[in-house]
């Protein structure tokens, strides 16, 4: 038998493979890239286009930021203060209190209050939520 009488240094093995390793690496992270600022203009373009009929809200518009703030410290962090998500949720009476509270949340760390319920709520409680939102309030 005739064998290649080449040797391989296993060092040459080791770049080849941690060169591959690497490109995949820069494609992943690339397509993350691509993919979140993807997802930041949606968020964004939800919140400015977003039309609520100011006559139909049943709060001041000073309330809905104080909503937005309590929502957002409820979520950040570690740990998520369902009670107060579902306390303020449930005090909103329109749908037009909806979309106000999310222009007031607007974009937080990148992303829309939508977002941040469904990355903080169980999909249990986030269904919750939403059904509320699309069945109670008029």
């Known amino acids: 038998m005739n064998y290649n009488s080449e ?3 296993p060092f040459d093995i080791l770049k080849y493979t941690l060169s591959i390793a690497g490109s995949i690496a820069i494609v992943i992270i690339g397509y993350r890239i691509i993919r979140a600022s993807e997802d930041k203009r949606i968020a964004r373009e939800l919140v400015n286009n977003i039309t609520v009929n100011r006559k139909n809200l049943t709060y001041d518009l000073s309330k809905y ?9 409820a979520m950040k962090g570690l740990g998520t203060d369902e009670k107060t998500i579902y306390r303020i949720i449930q005090s909103l009476k329109t749908k037009d ?12 760390k990148d992303e829309n209050l939508l977002l941040w319920l469904k990355d903080d709520l169980n999909d249990a409680e986030y269904k919750y939520v939403m059904d509320y939102v699309n069945n109670v309030l008029i």
Not at 97 to 108: E, T, V
């Open 97 to 108: 209190d909806w979309y106000m509270l999310i222009k007031a949340f607007g974009i937080r």
């Open 65 to 73: 930021n104080e909503f937005a703030d309590a929502l957002y410290y």
């Open 7 to 9: 040797k391989y240094n």
